[in-house]
């Protein structure tokens, strides 16, 4: 199996801040790559696909970059909506493996 | 409009055979390419990805779990049927069918294992 490693686990952050967040792949997964926003009692949202292809919706402060086996979401200015978990995703190859999360909360 | 739904006990005994149906909308598991996937979430932990079924009934499962699962499709219904046997207290988690985009996913549907 593919192991994704996020990081941070958990990140204490304010409105108005930039955010990025990383995941790592353990081989090259190319640019299959997903990126969810999870708030409590929810299903997961789909915010970014195949890397960097942001979803029909999703706001513009949203981006995500990378390939091969490291990648990043960046939010450019916090909203209070943002504050969720978000998990990357590989859909490289079976079991298309998740990473462990990172939960932002308010300071 | 895509629109996926989960449905089952909400309540399994350990050792026995945990059954759940995906039952989806605004799409057809008979077209090209189209397919339905589960994904498991205990509390307070990540997601885990479990299996994927094809519209051609080509199935993937995850091999930590292959033994266990079992994928069945009927197109005719709209429905997505998933096996788990043996359960035990570690599957309890809320089960998520969701199609093969991951860009639609149901609402989630809880599993507790326990005598």
């Known amino acids: 199996d593919i192991q994704m490693t996020q990081s941070p686990s958990s990140l204490s952050t304010s409105v108005g801040e930039r955010v990025t967040i990383t995941c790592r792949a353990s081989?090259?997964?190319?640019?299959?790559l997903n990126w969810y926003q999870q708030k409590p009692g929810k299903a997961p949202k789909l915010l970014i696909n195949a890397a960097s292809s942001l979803q029909s919706g999703v706001p513009s402060r949203f981006s995500g970059s990378g390939s091969g086996t490291d990648f990043t979401l960046t939010i450019s200015s916090l909203q209070p909506e943002d504050f969720a978990t978000y998990y990357c995703q590989q859909s490289y190859s079976i079991p298309y493996t998740f990473g462990q999360g990172t939960k932002l909360e308010i300071k | 409009q895509i629109t996926l739904k989960e449905s089952g006990p909400t309540l399994v005994k350990p050792t026995q055979t945990l059954t759940l149906t995906c039952t989806f909308s605004?799409?057809?598991?008979?077209?090209?390419?189209?397919?339905v996937g589960w994904i498991r979430q205990p509390p307070g932990k990540a997601l885990e990805w479990l299996a994927l079924?094809?519209?051609?009934?080509?199935?993937r499962y995850s091999p930590s779990l292959k033994s266990r699962l079992t994928l069945t499709k009927d197109s005719s219904k709209n429905q997505v049927v998933l096996t788990m046997t043996n359960m035990g207290p570690v599957d309890t988690a809320t089960y998520y069918c969701?199609?093969?985009?991951?860009?639609?996913w149901g609402q989630g549907t809880p599993v507790t294992v326990s005598s």
């Open positions: 605004g799409f057809s598991l008979t077209t090209t390419g189209v397919g």
């Open positions: 081989q090259s997964i190319s640019s299959y």
């Open positions: 079924i094809y519209w051609d009934d080509d199935k």
């Open positions: 969701a199609h093969i985009s991951y860009g639609h």
